[in-house]
């Protein structure tokens, strides 16, 4: 079975997350380490603003 990752060396909010929701389609399985708070995100979910540092923007 071949693995692909995807490994950020910016240290920050570079346009990963970008990466894999463009890619998600060809995998069966998509995994996520968590080492520390994320950037900053906030989303618009049916017509809630939520704001999230630490739970990924995927969780949604």
């Given at each position: ?5 995807l490994?950020?060396?910016q ?29 900053g ?20």
């Amino acid at each position: 079975m071949a693995i692909d990752i995807l490994v950020g060396l910016q240290w920050g909010d570079e346009g990963k997350g970008k990466i894999v929701d463009i890619l998600t389609s060809s995998y069966d399985i998509i995994a996520r380490f968590q080492g520390g708070p994320n950037a900053g995100h906030t989303l618009q979910f049916n017509g809630i603003k939520h704001v999230l540092h630490t739970i990924p923007s995927g969780i949604f």
